[in-house]
């Protein structure tokens, strides 16, 4: 059984859309930071390797890497948890007897109830704010995320258009304080970093 450490407030979710890959995207989290690699469509063996340079990341700045799938395949390459979508709530027992952490996403009550059901050690509200990731869909706001929050029995982890002073704005308005999420947010910043080395390597 594995030693298990509290669960990171800040995390990165990988997108295949981004232009950075997870490793690259991990190297700008803050020690103890999370990961929850999708990464779905790819091959095992291409899957495997992402994530074994991931961890090389993760190993340096101590954080908590967590793959979206089955608990036998997280625990067998590796990772600490285990992001369960919905339709495989039930594998959440299966996933602790492992020694994984278990996160599920929630986006209305029935997921929410469902998550607290299969007794997740976390789950990530989204969408908080308007997000590509779900185009056209209406952002909760902060009354029915912290409804859903309530009706998840568990940790919640705003995800969904957060950036780093969204979420100091969030936590100083006391509407949240278990940690926030993103995609977009690091592969921005990732941009802005390269942006920056470009214009340092334009001679002068």
Same mark, same amino acid.
């Given at each position: 059984?594995?030693?298990?450490?509290?669960? !990171?407030?800040?995390?990165?979710?990988?997108?295949? #859309?981004?232009?950075?890959?997870?490793?690259?995207?991990?190297? +700008?989290?803050?020690?103890?930071?999370?990961?929850?690699?999708?990464?779905?469509? +790819? &091959?095992?063996?291409?899957?495997? #390797?992402?994530?074994?340079?991931?961890?090389?990341?993760?190993?340096?700045?101590?954080?908590?890497?967590?793959?979206?799938?089955?608990?036998?395949?997280?625990?067998?390459?590796? &990772?600490?948890?285990?992001?369960?979508?919905?339709?495989? &709530?039930?594998?959440?027992?299966?996933?602790?007897?492992?020694?994984?952490?278990?996160?599920? !996403?929630?986006?209305? &009550?029935?997921?929410?109830? #469902?998550?607290?059901?299969?007794?997740?050690?976390?789950?990530?509200?989204? !969408?908080?704010? !308007?997000?590509?990731?779900?185009?056209?869909?209406?952002?909760?706001? #902060?009354?029915?995320?912290?409804? +859903?929050?309530?009706?998840?029995?568990?940790?919640?982890?705003?995800?969904?258009?957060?950036?780093?002073?969204?979420?100091?704005?969030?936590?100083?308005?006391?509407?949240?304080?278990?940690?926030?999420?993103?995609?977009?947010?690091?592969?921005?910043?990732?941009?802005?970093?390269?942006?920056?080395?470009?214009?340092?390597?334009?001679?002068?």
């Amino acid at each position: 059984m594995r030693v298990r450490h509290p669960l !990171p407030k800040i995390w990165l979710f990988s997108d295949e #859309r981004a232009a950075a890959g997870p490793a690259a995207l991990a190297a +700008l989290l803050p020690p103890g930071s999370g990961v929850i690699l999708r990464h779905d469509r +790819l &091959a095992p063996g291409l899957r495997w #390797r992402l994530l074994r340079r991931l961890m090389r990341t993760a190993r340096a700045r101590g954080l908590a890497v967590l793959l979206a799938g089955a608990p036998d395949l997280a625990r067998r390459w590796g &990772a600490a948890g285990v992001h369960l979508r919905q339709h495989d &709530a039930r594998l959440a027992p299966r996933a602790r007897r492992l020694g994984l952490f278990v996160t599920m !996403p929630v986006h209305d &009550a029935r997921e929410a109830r #469902r998550a607290r059901r299969a007794g997740a050690d976390a789950v990530f509200i989204s !969408p908080f704010h !308007p997000t590509r990731s779900h185009p056209g869909a209406p952002a909760l706001g #902060r009354a029915a995320w912290l409804r +859903l929050a309530r009706l998840s029995g568990t940790r919640a982890i705003a995800l969904g258009g957060m950036t780093a002073a969204r979420a100091r704005v969030l936590t100083r308005a006391g509407g949240i304080g278990s940690g926030w999420a993103a995609i977009d947010a690091w592969e921005e910043r990732a941009a802005k970093r390269r942006g920056r080395q470009k214009r340092n390597l334009v001679p002068t």
